[in-house]
């Protein structure tokens, strides 16, 4: 299985959190590969630069290839798909995330379950 990690999935994984399902914790500890977007990573560091997560973001963007996972950028095709989406959900990175997955077939980890109204595939958190 290759796997995108959503936000809260990736800060879950990397901090052990009770809070990501088990379910979860071993599909991505026995997926094929895993990605993290460079969407996640942009929200993080908007999020600790005005105090509402306590993070470094130089510790944050180390541990995806720390943590054997893979960084995903963002290209002018995942931009397209954007473009294309239904307006099921309005965050901006959530879009990101869903278009990301389309293009390159991935399954989201997301505890949000509006993303399958997309027509990707997801794994609960």
């Known amino acids: 299985m290759r796997l995108l990690l959503d936000t809260n999935a990736f800060l879950w994984w990397l901090s052990d959190a009770p809070r990501l399902h088990e379910l979860a914790r071993r599909r991505i500890e026995r997926a094929e590969r895993v990605w993290v977007s460079a969407a996640s990573l942009w929200e993080i560091a908007i999020k600790a630069s005005i105090g509402k997560l306590k993070l470094d973001i130089d510790e944050v963007t180390a541990a995806v290839g720390?943590?054997?996972?893979i960084a995903?950028?963002?290209?002018?095709?995942?931009?397209?798909?954007?473009a294309r989406l239904p307006l099921h959900h309005r965050d901006p990175f959530d879009r990101m995330l869903v278009a990301q997955a389309r293009v390159e077939a991935l399954t989201v980890v997301s505890g949000d379950r509006r993303l399958a109204a997309y027509g990707v595939a997801v794994v609960q958190l």
């Open 66 to 69: 720390a943590h054997g996972l």
């Open 72 to 82: 995903l950028p963002i290209e002018p095709r995942h931009i397209r798909e954007v």
